[in-house]
């Protein structure tokens, strides 16, 4: 996986449609994904602590912590019913998603 993605230097990549399956359904990393919309006050307060964990997995072979605006970008077959929406694209995992519930 060399493919650059739109924003790849910052720790938390920014992800967009036409990019979007190369990176997530990569088999060789699990990738978290939060689907967002700028004007959220929810993804607003989320975003120090996610830019922090991309900080923390940026240099990790086998992790990728994303981003994506929800409003400017769709993707088929990923369900979003709500802002912000946290998934888990497993590696080696077909095309799974997994929803991500803090609890």
Known sequence: YQRRVRGDAKPVKVLVGK???????NAEKDVLVEFYAPWCG???Q???????????YKDHPSIVIAKMD???????????????TIKIFPK???HKVVDYNAG
């Open 19 to 25: 990019h979007f399956a190369d990176v997530v359904y």
């Open 70 to 84: 929800s409003t400017a970008n769709e993707v088929e077959d990923i369900n979003i019913r709500g802002i912000p």
């Open 42 to 44: 929810h993804c607003k």
């Open 46 to 56: 989320l975003a120090p602590s996610y830019d922090e964990l991309g900080e923390k």
């Open 92 to 94: 080696r995992a077909e």
